[in-house]
């Protein structure tokens, strides 16, 4: 089997540039690696994807969302994540069931068991090796979200830069609830370093997890 590696973050963490630039210097040291998302990562998924990301659909229930999500996770798991692992490769996925505790759980206040069956069910036991947080302050992470919308001129997947300053709060303390119950899994690196500091030091620990496998073997 290969290994699942998911990045975690609020929105303008930087989460999307650092996991191309791990899946780059993974891919030059020949190892084996392929890079996909949530929601998202087939075409199934990325239709859920345009649903639930865009800002015209202010009035998706949150359990509604809740149930997208889990729809398009097993869509994702059963068609691109676990045919990957069995195939000895290494999957990098940008978000995964940590966001759904976060955001449905902490930020929109839904049961947490309740998630926490669904996401069991969905990922058809199919958990995460290792976890890396970047954890960013939450006005620096929506600024920074909001500016790249400007840019790009594109704002069809931006419906959750819309929600209030306390809603991003809340999943960011959740994210960091997460990562202190399972401090064997999540590792936790500083957002507000330079993309170039924050590589290398995900790369380094990527390494160091990958290495501990092998000794494990």
Excluded: W
């Excluded at 303008?12 to 084996?32: C, F, P, V, Y």
């Excluded at 990098?92 to 069956?117: E, N, P, S």
């Excluded at 992470?141 to 790249?148: D, E, F, K, Y």
């Amino acid at each position: 089997m290969g290994h699942f590696i998911t990045f975690e973050g609020i929105e303008g963490s930087g989460k999307s540039t650092q996991i191309a630039l791990l899946r780059a210097a993974l891919q030059q040291m020949e190892h084996a690696v392929i890079q996909t998302r949530e929601p998202g990562g087939c075409d199934i998924a990325d239709q859920v994807r345009s649903i639930l990301l865009h800002p015209k659909n202010t009035a998706l229930d949150p359990t509604a969302e809740l149930l997208l999500y889990a729809a398009a996770r097993a869509q994702h798991v059963s068609e691109v994540i676990r045919p990957a692992l069995e195939r000895g490769q290494l999957v990098l996925c940008d978000r995964y069931t940590d966001a759904t505790l976060a955001y449905q759980g902490d930020g929109r206040g839904l049961d947490q068991q309740l998630i926490l069956y669904l996401n069991k069910v969905a990922a058809q036991a199919t958990t995460p090796d290792l976890t890396i947080l970047i954890d960013l302050q939450v006005e620096i992470g929506l600024g920074r979200a909001l500016s790249r919308e400007v840019e790009r001129q594109d704002s069809s997947e931006g419906r959750f830069e819309r929600e209030a300053m306390e809603f991003h709060q809340r999943v960011r303390d959740g994210y960091l609830a997460l990562a202190k119950n399972e401090p064997e899994r999540f590792v936790i690196v500083d957002g507000s370093l330079t993309v170039k500091q924050l590589a290398a030091e995900i790369l380094t620990e990527t390494l160091k997890f990958l290495k501990q496998k092998r000794v494990q073997l």
